[in-house]
């Protein structure tokens, strides 16, 4: 171990990385333009979501509530159905996402005082674009109590709750917010970019010569290796607050979490990745192959880590490759610790999984470095 | 030249690659402030031999110590005492003059206030230009760049592999110059070569091909050995021989 030498490294990173602005603005305005990108692209569109009532009560009162919801753009009506099977099967089969039930005795309830229950059953398997419906559906309610109990006062009569709506989420009842997607866009940019710069800076010092000259001085390839990921944890660390603290004012993603255990978890995630590119540099030999190897991996972590499409609906084999990848514990820790506040006493085995990976594939990538500088 | 020390003993050095042998059971020794030339087509075993001797590779057989140090169990003090230029521009093209010999500096554990940084632009014609770009310098520049990071940290031996390759006349003969210079006071210099003009004034050659060492001497031992001629009919006769 010789400090000098890894901090000789070390800094002519940070140098070379500030003369390249291209990679500079990769590092940091991308990860802005893609959180831009997906929650925005997830708040539009959730709009008109096919849904069919089923009204028991058959009243003015009815049809104004029915009318209130698809007035907020979130429900276009699709006929009526005449049971709560009926219903249930509807969205079973696809025809529309949600259903509007309202009881025999609403307008009875309303007009009596007593609290009257609607329910709205939501189709949450795609937990984005059910959750602003669902988000919908409460504040009519909310909005309508407001107006009946002001409407009661006038009367002298008690304050009360006047309609209950219970929302019943199917198929996903731990309702995943669309603030879920700003936390998992931090895993997915930190791990796609970090992967990518790493293997080609690696490659890169082979194409153009500089890895030879390099291997002949007393520097240890761990050195090398080290003296390449160090200034990229940086790197990271600015890019995933810069994600946190924009989702946070843009798209008001609560921090409910432990900060230093979240910085802890993004520590290990960082060392796993730029080992997993490092990894991907030693298999080609130009930067085109690296990145076609690099794609590789991307895709995967898109696609099977949980960011896109949750790992509990999918097949055991995809669920396999998923465990592979250092992003699905990520995945699991930042969304534990941002999204519900929870820290590492729960969160541990994903820690540990991340340590393990950040081990393993340091280790592999040294060593496959030094064979294939043989 | 040639001081009675011997600062490179290579005894019986062999490389094979599978099947294949790259570097023949190879003999020779060269002594303290000698330029000794390694020639031979390409193919020859050159940069195999060069490779083991810069402790970059194991030997499969035979043994080779650089300055005191065994190739094949010590190579992490070889790496220490020698200095390699590669003979394609191995510097960051993107890092100034400065910023590359400091960088090397702190690679070899020099201080950044040893003096050797201010050294090195001196020995090497490098005065006035430590805040430009290496890669915008002429090619001699930077062949003196490449050569000032081999030597900033004082290596015993310096291997030079084709460093005059595409450099103009004026600047092949400055880079000359300072080899000579720093031979003189004692650093030894390994070259390969393609230019047999270069290689007539060597103190000693050895001639490979096909991982076998056919001559090894002075210049003129080396003619004798093959019969006369020059040592351009040698290199052409041998590569003749190859195809």
Redesign the interface.
């Known amino acids: 171990m010789n400090l000098s030498r890894l901090r000789s490294m070390i800094r002519k990173e940070f140098v070379q990385m500030r003369r390249d602005p291209a990679t500079l603005r990769l590092v940091l305005i991308v990860p802005v333009i893609q959180l831009l990108t997906f929650g925005y692209a997830i708040r539009t569109d959730v709009r008109n979501l096919p849904t069919t009532v089923f009204d028991q009560s058959h009243t003015q009162e009815s049809r104004a509530f029915v009318q209130r919801l698809t007035a907020t753009g979130n429900f276009v009506q699709r006929g009526e159905v005449r049971s709560y099977a009926e219903a249930l099967r509807q969205i079973d089969e696809g025809h529309v996402r949600a259903a509007v039930v309202i009881p025999a005795d609403y307008a009875q309830n309303l007009k009596r005082g007593r609290t009257a229950p609607v329910q709205v059953l939501v189709d949450a398997s795609d937990p984005s674009a059910s959750q602003s419906a669902i988000g919908a559906a409460q504040l009519v309610g909310q909005r309508l109590n407001l107006e009946i109990v002001q409407s009661r006062v006038g009367a002298a009569t008690t304050i009360g709750q006047a309609i209950d709506v219970r929302v019943r989420p199917l198929y996903n009842p731990a309702l995943k917010s669309s603030v879920f997607i700003v936390p998992g866009i931090i895993g997915m940019i930190l791990s796609n970019i970090l992967i990518i710069i790493t293997a080609l800076t690696v490659v890169r010092e082979r194409e153009t010569g500089t890895l030879e000259q390099l291997i002949v001085t007393p520097l240890a390839k761990w050195e090398i290796m080290l003296g390449k990921i160090v200034p990229y944890v940086f790197v990271g660390y600015i890019q995933m607050t810069t994600v946190l603290v924009a989702g946070h004012f843009v798209f008001g993603v609560p921090i409910r979490g432990p900060l230093l255990a979240l910085y802890g978890a993004t520590f290990l995630f960082i060392v796993a990745n730029l080992g997993l590119g490092l990894f991907i540099s030693t298999l080609g030999r130009t930067q085109a192959a690296v990145s076609q190897t690099a794609m590789l991996f991307l895709l995967p972590n898109v696609l099977l880590s949980g960011f896109m499409f949750p790992r509990e609906a999918m097949p055991a084999p995809a669920q396999w490759v998923g465990a592979l990848l250092p992003l699905t514990y990520y995945l699991q820790l930042i969304r534990g610790i941002v999204l519900k506040g929870v820290g590492l006493t729960e969160l541990w085995p994903q820690m540990l999984a991340l340590a393990v990976f950040a081990v393993l594939f340091f280790w592999f990538a040294t060593r496959r470095f030094s064979k294939t500088l043989e | 030249m040639s001081d009675a020390a011997p600062v490179i003993e290579v005894q019986g050095l062999t490389k094979r690659f599978g099947k294949f042998t790259a570097v023949d059971d190879v003999s020779f020794t060269i002594h303290r402030g000698e330029i000794f030339g390694i020639l031979g087509p390409n193919g020859s075993g050159k940069t195999t031999t060069i490779r083991m001797l ?4 194991t030997p499969s057989a035979g043994r080779a110590s650089v300055a005191g140090a065994d190739v094949g169990t010590q190579p ?1 003090q070889v ?2 005492r ?1 200095g ?1 230029m ?1 003979q ?8 100034t003059v400065d ?1 590359n010999l ?8 020099l201080g950044r206030d040893s003096g050797r940084i201010a050294w090195a632009k001196q020995a090497m014609r490098l005065g006035e230009i430590g805040d430009r770009l290496a890669g915008v310098m002429s090619g001699g520049q930077k062949q003196r760049l ?1 050569l000032a ?1 081999a030597m900033m940290h004082e290596p015993q031996v310096v ?1 030079l592999d084709e460093p005059t390759a595409g450099v103009d006349p004026a600047a092949r003969r400055m880079f000359w110059e300072i080899i000579r210079e720093r031979a003189a006071e004692g650093t030894t210099m390994i070259v390969t070569t393609h230019y047999m003009d270069e290689a007539e004034r060597f103190d000693r050659l050895a001639f490979l091909t096909r991982g076998h060492l056919k001559a090894v001497g002075t210049p003129t031992e080396v003619k004798q050995a093959f019969g006369g001629g020059t040592l351009e009919d040698i290199f052409v006769s041998l590569q003749d021989a190859e195809a």
Do not use: P, T
């Open positions: 810069c402790g970059l590779m992490d790496k220490a020698i390699y590669s394609a521009f191995g510097l960051y093209r993107d890092l910023e400091e960088f090397y500096a702190g690679v070899y554990g490449a990071s291997f």
